[in-house]
């Protein structure tokens, strides 16, 4: 089943909202099935989410920069216990810096089950930057329209259906520090974590460049054969073009190969929460 | 047979240089063109435009070149002024709670079960008093501060502080975003420290990171006003004290800020040279600050913290400064011997020995500096009639009691203003010490970012200590 827009999936549900139950769990998590990241600019309501999500406090900040290290929390949902990653907010993954390091890294190496894309609704087109860049690395994504009554205040009105179709990912409008929409966006986060809804993501346009072109689908032939099932390959050869330092590290010591191998997130994420954790 | 992964490499590599430079532009171009269509489909616009926006507006005012710095001194010294003000009844109450009616009791209910001496006064006179002392003096300002700071940072005004304060970054050869870090480091240095992650070049991250420690933090502030209150304050007409009290410890905080700006100069001159990075900073909309979630986050977030932080450290800090008193070695006190050897070198740095015994015990808190140092002022001055013996922590019921034990001790104003200065300019925290070396992984510039406040501070208290004595203010 192919999910592009936001109308919720099994429709006998629509009468019973509270069958899926969310229990918040803070921080106390010691097993969970399905990792969450939570990726988006700077200042979008992204630590709201999270709080709104494991019932934690986590202090939110009105400015750019507020998270610079993961946050991570629990929550359970649907029978399900989630694992919640809030990664520092960036306006690119081109991992320039710490922040964006860290975010790149989580979403490419940690292959979290499910990347909640916050954007702001009232600074749409920045933001798709950022959302467009996820997509690129990852399919099973969820775009988290935030901050619908400032939009409103604005008298901005989004088309989230339009856009979900466009994004080939569900879109999910969102007020999250009124709590508005965090129930639907539990239900599409639960969805894509089942496989229940399975995103087709847009991918960027070829480039107008036909040398580009040609020799972005001639890296992609190679990186397909050198690891087969690699869910990114296009991406990784733009990296590669762009002279990613890091990127080209991950393929000399084979950490890119372990991600051809399907999800293993046990070993490479845990690799990666030690390491913040050292942080 | 080759290995497919430095084969891949090799390709990549051969394949860049025909693709050219030009081809991270294009890619970035791409993603732009292609978010422009997205949104234009999705979003519909209003066909009026606004008659007025009220963001814009705020915004001119607030960081304009003319307004943006005196509204920034103003809303700062308000805030003071409310937090000095407020905090002055629960401060006393809290006093005459915790020190005047629960010490006695426990220490009646101590020598009623026969407690031996020691046992009482560590437990009690050591740990209890440290404690109770660091709550009256420190949960009042904070519980007012904090919720009043949290309001102005939800309602959007740092980031306009960063606007303001970037230019001049900038011109110092620093990162502009070190006006965040910067910000972050009023509330903890630690956090501020962890903040410069925002900064891409290293160059300028280390700029910040050894220049945050001259951002006033959570564990000095309350020294600050203490000081402040007490020697600034009692010094003008009463109407005038909360005033004027305030615009001392902004006074202390903007030269904070300077000396941020004239080391980090220094710096990217001098060790870490190179020019300045440019950035774009967003300035977020204005929001309805929420108030009761502010209160509450910021009384469990910060508050509670801060002070847990405070108590742990201040606990075994007491327990330290009694056993000090009360060990005699030659007839003299542990206590007594490290402040008169410290006394020579502090009268240097206008400053005294009791002082600085009080910054080695606070280097895992600087929270605990004026409990500290009234306790061992006490013992060093032989004060008799106040409080119950070496190294107790005494009940004091206003400032006017505090500032006869420290004249007692010697202080003049100048003692005052020159411990103001030194809270501003000395080593961070062990905290934010371990910080840096996390986040720098070097033991070279954690030693830089220790060693080079402390000798700064030194450099500044001597320079005013010596100048006012020639000039005979003391």
Known sequence: MTMTTNTLPGSACATCPMSRHLARLGVRMDSWDYVVALAGNPNTGKSTVFNALTGLRQHTGNWPGKTVARAEGGFEYGDKRYKIVDLPGTYSLLAASADEEIARDFILFGQPDVTVIVVDATRLERNLNLALQVLEITDKAVVALNLMDEARRHKLSVDERRLARDLGVPVVPLTARRGEGIAALLQMVHGVATGEIKPRPHHLASTRDSALDRAVSQLVTRIEAAFPGLPNARWVALRLLDGDASIESAIRDGSLGDLSRGPQTASVAERLVLAGAAS | ?474
């Open chain 2, 1 to 474: 047979m080759s290995d497919p992964a430095a084969d891949l490499l090799q390709t990549a590599r051969a394949l860049r240089a025909e693709v050219g430079a030009g081809m991270h532009d294009q890619l970035a171009e791409a993603l732009y063109t292609d978010a422009a269509r997205l949104a234009d489909r999705a979003v519909t616009r209003p066909d009026e435009r606004p008659r007025f926006d009220l963001d814009r507006a705020i915004d001119r005012l607030v960081t304009s070149r003319t307004w943006g710095f005196p509204i920034m001194i103003l809303l700062l010294t308000v805030v003071f002024w409310i937090t000095i003000q407020g905090a002055n009844v629960p401060s006393r109450l809290l006093a005459t709670l915790l020190l005047d009616t629960v010490h006695p009791a426990l220490k009646d209910g101590a020598s009623a079960l026969g407690f031996p001496w020691w046992l009482s006064g560590v437990l009690f006179d050591g740990a209890y008093l440290a404690g109770a002392w660091v709550i009256s003096v420190m949960l009042p300002p904070m519980a007012i501060f904090f919720p009043l700071f949290t309001l102005l940072e939800d309602f959007g005004y740092l980031p306009r502080v960063a606007f303001n304060l970037d230019r001049l970054f900038s011109r110092a050869g620093a990162h502009g975003k070190q006006a965040l870090s910067m910000t972050m480091g009023f509330g903890c240095n630690a956090a501020g420290v962890v903040a410069t992650r925002v900064i891409d070049s290293p160059r300028e991250r280390l700029i910040a990171i050894l220049t945050n420690n001259f951002a006033i933090c959570n564990g000095r502030w309350p020294t600050l006003i203490m000081v402040s209150t007490i020697f600034i304050g009692s010094a003008v007409p009463a109407a005038l004290a909360g005033l004027v009290s305030a615009a001392a410890v902004v006074g202390i905080a903007v030269l904070g800020v300077l000396l941020t700006f004239a080391v980090s100069w220094f710096l990217s001159r001098t060790m870490l040279k190179g020019e300045a990075s440019v950035f774009s900073l967003e300035l977020p909309p204005y929001r309805p600050p929420r108030i009761w979630q502010t209160l509450y986050t910021s009384v469990i977030d910060r508050t509670l913290i801060v002070l847990w932080r405070a108590v742990t450290m201040a606990v075994p800090a007491g327990v330290v400064i009694w056993t000090m008193s009360n060990v005699t070695i030659g007839g003299q006190s542990a206590a007594e011997h490290l402040v008169n050897l410290l006394d020579g070198f502090g009268w240097l740095l206008g400053l005294n020995g009791v002082i600085l015994v009080a910054y080695i015990v606070a280097i895992p808190a600087n929270e605990i500096i004026i409990p500290t140092i009234l306790m061992l002022t006490v013992l060093t001055a032989g004060l008799s009639g106040v409080g119950e013996g070496a190294g107790v922590m005494f009940e004091l019921e206003s400032g006017n009691a505090i500032r006869n034990i420290l004249g007692a001790g010697g202080w003049t104003t100048l003692t005052a203003i020159n411990l103001m200065l030194f809270s501003l300019i000395h080593n961070p925290c062990s905290t934010t010490i371990l910080t840096i070396y996390h986040e720098t992984r070097s033991l070279k510039w954690t030693a830089v970012a220790t060693a080079l406040p402390l000798l700064l501070g030194f450099a500044v208290t001597f320079t005013l200590a010596t100048a006012a004595r020639l000039l005979g203010w003391v």
